[in-house]
């Protein structure tokens, strides 16, 4: 019996239990099965947390900004469900 690569459909040879062609094929048919799955809350306050953190990071090179807070909003900063304090 043929057995064929789960991400790429290519012809196996080898083990008979081989599920992918090349470690690329494994590593991208597993990524891509992490991209699909949804996240949870923890994984999107994390990433909502990471990207307020880079957006202030770039406004805050001197030390000390004062930046208004539609440029911040610009930059998809999300001001509802987290407080953003700043500390300095
Ligand atoms: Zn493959």
New binding site residues.
């Given amino acids: 019996m043929d057995c064929f690569?789960t991400?790429?459909n290519?012809k196996l040879e080898g083990r008979a239990d081989k599920k992918?062609?090349?470690p690329y094929?494994k590593s991208s048919y597993h990524y891509q099965k992490s991209r699909e799955k949804e996240q949870n809350l923890f994984q999107k306050i994390d990433g909502q947390l990471k990207t307020n953190r880079r957006v202030l990071k770039n406004f805050n090179k001197a030390g000390l900004a004062t930046v208004r807070k539609e440029r911040l909003l610009k930059k998809r900063l999300q001001k509802e469900g987290f407080e953003v304090v700043f500390c300095i």
Avoid: V
Wanted: hydrophobic share 10%.
């Fill in positions: 690569c991400y790429c290519t992918f062609c090349t094929c």
